[in-house]
């Protein structure tokens, strides 16, 4: 099964432009294998300036992240690998200072290991547009952050939009947990994996986690990937999924 680290940057790198696309404060520029994307959301991660290659076109990437930085208050410049002394110095000229590590995930549909049986499963359901500000309001909840962090990240037609799939895990009727599937290139990449602190260590996230693969698989997807946190790794992996590729990111202190 082919889960490259180029199919899987490609099908991530597909899935953020769309989410830039059809965000409702979002844009999108692309100059050569450089990109801009934005969606004003207060993530870095969230608006980039960004190159699909292996090897960065500095110019045309320092002309993006001229582009992202004019739009956003909080940014970032991402590259896939170790970025050499040349991005470091480009982005420290745009006064992205810090370096983080993004590790890319990926897993073959026919390699994942499911643990929960459908009876053992919680409620976890598909939501969409209609439900944009309750699923804003859990995920604000599930990470934790300030409100209105997100913005309208969620917000218009993001959640009926063809590609993408809203989900919120419920106990007693209440949201506690979110995720979102975003299918391109018959691949399914896997975000917003996140739990409200009080149902935390039931293991909602790996049930929400695999909705969203069995989801996925179901539309045709024959492989799946994810950025991880160092704290959710140990998960991810237990589920089947490898290291294919580490990106670096540079942001604002």
């Excluded at 199919?7 to 696309?21: K, S």
């Excluded at 952050?145 to 009727?173: N, Q, R």
Aim: aromatic share 6%.
């Amino acid at each position: 099964m082919n889960i490259t680290a180029d199919r899987m940057a490609a099908a991530y790198f597909d899935a953020f432009e769309t989410l830039c696309r059809v965000t409702p404060k979002g844009g999108y520029a692309e100059r050569g294998t450089a990109r801009a994307g934005v969606t004003q959301a207060g993530v870095a991660t969230l608006n980039a300036a960004y190159d699909r290659s292996i090897e960065p076109d500095l110019g045309s990437l320092d002309e993006m992240a001229t582009e992202v930085g004019r739009q956003a208050a909080h940014w970032s410049i991402i590259v896939r690998g170790e970025a050499g002394d040349q991005v470091a110095d480009l982005a420290g000229r745009h006064g992205l200072l810090e370096r983080s590590e993004l590790p890319l995930l990926a897993c073959a549909a026919d390699d994942l290991t499911f643990r929960a049986t459908s009876a053992e499963r919680p409620p976890v359901r598909q939501v969409g547009a209609a439900e944009n500000d309750l699923y804003t309001d859990a995920l604000t909840r599930s990470f934790e952050v300030p409100e209105g962090l997100f913005g309208s990240l969620m917000g218009g037609a993001v959640l009926d939009a063809d590609p993408i799939t809203g989900y919120l895990a419920e106990e007693s009727g209440r949201p506690v947990g979110t995720g979102l599937g975003m299918r391109t290139s018959a691949v399914v990449g896997v975000f917003n994996i996140a739990v409200v602190p009080s149902a935390r260590g039931r293991g909602l996230g790996r049930v929400i986690t695999e909705t969203v693969l069995r989801d996925g698989i179901a539309a045709g997807a024959d492989a799946a990937y994810l950025h991880t946190s160092v704290m959710g790794r140990p998960l991810y992996e237990s589920m089947g999924f490898t290291l294919v590729e580490t990106w670096t990111m540079f942001h604002a202190r």
